[in-house]
């Protein structure tokens, strides 16, 4: 057996077999009995430190130390991250420099090893303890920063570590919304396994859906209707009120358009202001979309609050009057200019 006394005159015998170097005994002693990680442990062989790579025998007689957290180098850690070196990290982790303190900037450590992608440093980081779900003053996580920066392996690590999924920045914003929005299908695939809420709606009233589809980003639109995300919701916040096939009809994403549909989103629903998915397409002359809206069924003959339809919206726009002539209802009408497809559902 291998022997272990710590300062305080506790007395530890380890199967020497079991534990093939010092870095592998500090592991066991952090996982087993609850000491710190392995970057705030020492292990003496008659008065010197071994090196975490030493093999271990049966006949040691160690002595085990336990270091507190140093706050002195804050800036070194920051810079050795940045430069992704990974001995630099490790060596100022040793010292050992507290993985969780923030430099003048705010930033964290994993926010800025997340950001960058850098999966060796977050494992580093991770290990040394660092705190999965601290945020920034504008409230964003580590796990935020590896998604919206497209790096679903450093978010799978993050998750795997106990990163709260769900969390919300400043603006009410999710990861699953940040990562929505930019079309990283690949993350959104990650935050749906790891039972991300698709549904949950950001300070604007928007979910993820919604960011989705205004920013024309049909892969990841089919991911969510296939997590069950409501095609049909309408926001509740602002003056007009839209469903995720208004902001894309309107937008002209011919490709979302055809996955809502398919996923039940009704194309006959009204927002606060008398719109309808077929009058955002027509007032903009989307011929395709507008296409495809008919087919669906959408009535052309809705009229919105100031009594104009689709083909008041499409006077401008020979094509789209060309598609709704054949669905409408002839009676005297007041005509408009085009109606403002303005999205108050954008990620800053």
Excluded at 64 to 74: A, G, N, V, Y
Excluded at 208 to 230: I, Y
Excluded at 273 to 299: F, K, M
């Amino acid at each position: 057996m291998l022997h272990v006394t710590s300062l305080s005159g506790e007395k530890y015998a380890v199967p020497a077999e079991d534990h093939g170097d010092a870095r592998a005994l500090k592991a066991y002693f952090s996982r087993t009995h609850g000491f710190p990680p392995r970057f705030q442990q020492r292990l003496l062989l008659d008065g010197n430190e071994l090196d975490d790579s030493t093999g271990l025998a049966a006949s040691m007689e160690l002595t085990l130390l336990l270091l507190p957290l140093s706050r002195t180098q804050p800036d070194e850690l920051y810079a050795a991250i940045d430069e992704g070196s990974d001995a630099q990290v490790e060596t100022l982790l040793k010292i050992p420099q507290d993985p969780n303190q923030a430099n003048e900037d705010s930033r964290l450590p994993l926010h800025v090893a997340s950001a960058a992608g850098n999966v060796d440093i977050v494992q580093m980081l991770l290990e040394a303890r660092a705190n999965t779900n601290s945020a920034n003053p504008v409230g964003c996580t580590a796990l935020m920063w590896a998604c919206r920066t497209d790096y679903a392996d450093v978010g799978r690590l993050l998750l795997e570590a106990g990163a709260d999924v769900d969390l919300v920045d400043i603006d009410g914003y999710t990861a699953l919304m940040r990562a929505s929005a930019e079309g990283h299908a690949s993350v959104v695939k990650l935050l749906l396994e790891a039972r991300a809420s698709t549904n949950t709606v950001s300070e604007n009233g928007c979910p993820a859906l919604m960011f989705a589809s205004a920013r024309g980003r049909p892969e990841v639109t089919r991911l969510l209707l296939e997590a069950q995300a409501d095609p049909n919701f309408i926001t509740k916040k602002g003056l007009r009120g839209y469903t995720s096939l208004m902001k894309a009809s309107g937008a002209g994403h011919t490709q979302v358009v055809q996955f809502l549909l398919a996923g039940r989103a009704d194309p006959n629903l009204v927002g606060n202001v008398g719109l309808t998915a077929l009058i955002q397409a027509a007032g903009q002359g989307r011929v395709e979309v507008v296409r495809l809206l008919l087919e669906a069924r959408a009535d052309a003959n809705i009229s919105d609050e100031s009594g104009s339809t689709a083909l008041d919206d499409a006077k401008d726009h020979r094509e789209v009057v060309a598609l709704l002539e054949p669905h409408v209802e002839r009676r005297p009408g007041n005509t408009r200019e085009p109606s403002a497809t303005g999205s108050s559902c954008q990620v800053s």
